[in-house]
């Protein structure tokens, strides 16, 4: 069972930045899509960028100019670069990988990391 282990979490004053990292525990055998989700208390879980195999990029509405999603292939990593942080963007951040850990099954799962704390203090 592929696990994802992500870093770079904190406490960061509004304005400032943080670089969250999300690698498996093995590598995958095929990756469709790479993504960070967040989830703020008393809300749903949201999309805030994700990056397919082709390096196409999506990016949630209130995020879009300040974050910036990149991945490593050789080593199944996926990045997001935070500037310009907001008390708004204070949420605990999922990565997740839609993909194969191995040649079978031939249908990719979703696979999640164990999330990440990021507090912006105002």
């Known amino acids: 069972q592929v696990q994802l282990v992500e870093s770079g979490g904190g406490l960061v004053q509004a304005g400032g930045s943080l670089r969250l990292s999300c690698a498996p525990s093995?590598?995958?055998?095929?990756?469709?899509?790479m993504a960070w989700y967040r989830q703020a208390p008393g809300k749903q879980r949201e999309l805030v960028a994700d990056i397919t195999s082709e390096g196409s990029i999506n990016y949630g509405d209130s995020v879009k100019g300040r974050f910036t999603i990149s991945r490593d292939n050789a080593k199944d990593t996926v990045y997001l670069q935070m500037n310009s942080l907001k008390p708004e963007d204070t949420a605990v951040y999922y990565c997740?990988?839609?993909?194969?850990?191995?040649?079978?099954?031939?249908?990719?799962?979703?696979?999640w990391g164990q999330g990440t704390q990021v507090t912006v203090s105002s």
């Open positions: 997740n990988v839609v993909g194969r850990a191995s040649f079978l099954p031939r249908t990719p799962r979703n696979y």
């Open positions: 093995e590598q995958f055998y095929n990756i469709n899509v």
